[in-house]
């Protein structure tokens, strides 16, 4: 396949980038999550509510994409227009602080799978896993550098790659797929039959799950301004998280049938290379392991173009310091995409002295990226009420209030030690939005007087955190 000459991105690489970008590590140990708390009965219906959210998340989106052509600078420009700069400024920020934390975490996941084959690199964060990762991580710079169109293609093909031995997996496991045994304790109850209470929070433990691996819906939106038709980006969207859904519930149900839940609740990582080794043998957790490797390099391609667009365009607005909006001969975002490399590099490191360092900033910027969900959904609602007089307004609507119910839902997901320590994050940024605003924007008044309670909760906030951290009232 030839590489488009007109330098634009088209459906077949955006959808990649959607379906690439949120199957990443998650999905090869799903049953096992979800098996940890639930019966087939309540996972079914929270896949139901799931698919509902994200699917009006989706449509959220590509609404968006068609109203308003104008915000092409990615998810946090949503914000932006809805509720001000400081809102767009800590949707970029959360949102970039998200992606490359992630990162860091795709490098020790790969490498401990990489570890399955070549033992040397132990538990993925020993020295040798550090330099084989920094060679991918580099490697994935230069490819970015090369222009974002080319990575864009290669992530459309990874992520085909990546597909088939989970395919393969679902083709093997309904062969196997016994019926009375996805029946056995179908509601996981003490009594055997439907009980709303235990139903109801076994469901919502499984949503608790969901909420990591449907990160990256908004692949597409963060390149809307460099695809090819606009209105691909919102069919990209939507055709994206129905493929994952699919995915996701055929791989979590079929499981059922072919081992128990307390079985699967006891798998080790990754789970679906265990469940499919005890169907096929020893070459069925191979296969796995290296669908897992090439899933994560694929993922991890993703998040790294993420990770160095967002800033780009957000410092192309002025919501971001004008030094990311620096770019080479071939369009790709060089400074934006060094410094954040950079970081993911030094991050790296840390494994070294302690694994707590990471997993502590990863918790905070793993709820921080809901942030810009959150306002993006919100800014559908206020959008379609105040300006959308058009044909669909009502459905528009109604997007809106179910979008934005779900994604607070989310938001109450994460639990209040996430909501407090993400308060860290974003206090961490009100020193850099207050230069960006004074220095880059020359503006003479920083903060508004909702922003300026809003800081000033938000400061107060991390102050009771790090006061929790160090009495030990606060865990993560």
Same mark, same amino acid.
């Given at each position: 396949m030839e590489e488009k000459k007109d330098g634009k991105l088209g459906?077949?690489?955006?959808?990649?980038?959607?379906?690439?970008?949120?199957?990443?590590?998650?999905?090869?140990?799903? &049953?096992?999550?979800?098996?940890?708390?639930?019966?087939?009965?309540?996972?079914?219906?929270?896949?139901?509510?799931?698919?509902?959210?994200?699917?009006?998340?989706?449509?959220?989106?590509?609404?968006?994409? &068609?109203?308003?052509? !104008?915000l092409d600078a990615g998810i946090y420009s949503y914000a932006e227009a809805g509720f001000g700069k400081y809102m767009g400024f800590n949707s970029a920020w959360g949102?970039?602080?998200?992606?490359?934390?992630?990162?860091?975490?795709?490098?020790t996941l790969l490498m401990?799978?990489?570890?399955?084959?070549?033992?040397?690199?132990? !538990?993925?964060?020993?020295?040798?896993?550090?330099?084989?990762? =920094?060679?991918?991580?580099?490697?994935?710079?230069?490819?970015?550098?090369?222009?974002?169109?080319?990575?864009?293609?290669?992530?459309?093909?990874?992520?085909?790659a990546k597909l088939i031995p989970i395919f393969l997996f679902i083709l093997i496991v309904l062969f196997a797929f016994k019926l009375n045994m996805f029946t056995s304790n179908f509601w996981f109850t003490p009594s055997g039959n439907f009980q709303f209470g235990d139903v109801m929070a076994q469901a919502k433990s499984t949503m608790l799950v969901t909420v990591w691996v449907f990160i990256g819906i908004e692949?597409?939106?963060?390149? =809307?301004?460099?695809?090819?038709?606009?209105? !691909?980006?919102?069919?990209?969207?939507?055709?994206?998280?129905?493929?994952?859904?699919?995915?996701?519930?055929?791989?979590?149900?079929?499981?059922?049938?072919?081992? =128990?839940?307390?079985?699967l609740s006891h798998l080790t990582q990754p789970a679906m290379a265990d469940l499919l080794e005890s169907i096929v043998g020893k070459w069925g957790s191979a296969v796995v392991n290296l669908g897992l490797i090439i899933s994560v390099v694929g993922a991890w391609l993703s998040w790294t173009m993420f990770a160095g667009q967002l800033p780009y365009e957000a410092a192309k607005e002025g919501s971001f310091p004008k030094i990311f909006a620096k770019e080479n001969k071939n369009g790709a975002p060089i400074t934006s995409l060094t410094v954040t490399n950079v970081l993911v590099e030094l991050f790296m490191f840390t494994y070294l002295i302690t694994a707590q360092a990471y997993n502590f900033f990863y918790s905070i910027a793993s709820a921080a990226i809901l942030i810009p969900y959150a306002f993006s959904a919100f800014y559908q609602l206020k959008y379609?009420?105040?300006s959308d007089h058009g044909k669909g307004r009502s459905g528009n609507i109604i997007i809106g209030i179910i979008s934005s119910v779900y994604a607070c839902w989310l938001l109450f997901a994460a639990g209040v030690n996430f909501l407090?320590? &993400? =308060?860290?994050?974003?206090?961490?940024?009100?020193?850099?939005?207050?230069?960006?605003?004074?220095? !880059?924007?020359?503006?003479?008044?920083?903060?508004?007087?909702?922003?300026?309670?809003?800081?000033?909760?938000?400061?107060?906030?991390a102050i009771y955190t790090i006061y929790g951290l160090l009495v030990g009232k606060i865990t993560f």
């Amino acid at each position: 396949m030839e590489e488009k000459k007109d330098g634009k991105l088209g459906l077949l690489e955006l959808i990649g980038l959607v379906v690439g970008s949120i199957i990443g590590g998650g999905v090869f140990n799903l &049953m096992h999550d979800m098996a940890a708390g639930a019966g087939p009965g309540a996972i079914i219906i929270g896949w139901v509510i799931t698919a509902i959210g994200m699917v009006m998340l989706a449509l959220t989106f590509q609404n968006l994409i &068609m109203k308003r052509p !104008d915000l092409d600078a990615g998810i946090y420009s949503y914000a932006e227009a809805g509720f001000g700069k400081y809102m767009g400024f800590n949707s970029a920020w959360g949102y970039w602080l998200s992606a490359w934390l992630g990162n860091v975490g795709y490098a020790t996941l790969l490498m401990s799978a990489v570890a399955y084959f070549l033992p040397v690199f132990g !538990d993925g964060q020993n020295i040798w896993s550090i330099v084989a990762a =920094s060679f991918i991580l580099w490697a994935c710079h230069f490819m970015i550098l090369r222009g974002v169109e080319s990575a864009s293609f290669v992530n459309a093909v990874i992520t085909i790659a990546k597909l088939i031995p989970i395919f393969l997996f679902i083709l093997i496991v309904l062969f196997a797929f016994k019926l009375n045994m996805f029946t056995s304790n179908f509601w996981f109850t003490p009594s055997g039959n439907f009980q709303f209470g235990d139903v109801m929070a076994q469901a919502k433990s499984t949503m608790l799950v969901t909420v990591w691996v449907f990160i990256g819906i908004e692949g597409a939106v963060v390149f =809307s301004g460099r695809a090819r038709k606009r209105s !691909d980006v919102g069919k990209a969207t939507v055709l994206g998280i129905i493929t994952v859904i699919l995915i996701y519930m055929l791989v979590t149900l079929l499981s059922f049938g072919v081992m =128990s839940r307390a079985g699967l609740s006891h798998l080790t990582q990754p789970a679906m290379a265990d469940l499919l080794e005890s169907i096929v043998g020893k070459w069925g957790s191979a296969v796995v392991n290296l669908g897992l490797i090439i899933s994560v390099v694929g993922a991890w391609l993703s998040w790294t173009m993420f990770a160095g667009q967002l800033p780009y365009e957000a410092a192309k607005e002025g919501s971001f310091p004008k030094i990311f909006a620096k770019e080479n001969k071939n369009g790709a975002p060089i400074t934006s995409l060094t410094v954040t490399n950079v970081l993911v590099e030094l991050f790296m490191f840390t494994y070294l002295i302690t694994a707590q360092a990471y997993n502590f900033f990863y918790s905070i910027a793993s709820a921080a990226i809901l942030i810009p969900y959150a306002f993006s959904a919100f800014y559908q609602l206020k959008y379609s009420v105040q300006s959308d007089h058009g044909k669909g307004r009502s459905g528009n609507i109604i997007i809106g209030i179910i979008s934005s119910v779900y994604a607070c839902w989310l938001l109450f997901a994460a639990g209040v030690n996430f909501l407090l320590l &993400m =308060s860290l994050l974003f206090a961490a940024g009100i020193p850099v939005f207050w230069i960006l605003q004074k220095r !880059d924007n020359h503006a003479k008044k920083v903060f508004g007087p909702i922003e300026m309670t809003l800081a000033i909760v938000i400061v107060i906030a991390a102050i009771y955190t790090i006061y929790g951290l160090l009495v030990g009232k606060i865990t993560f």
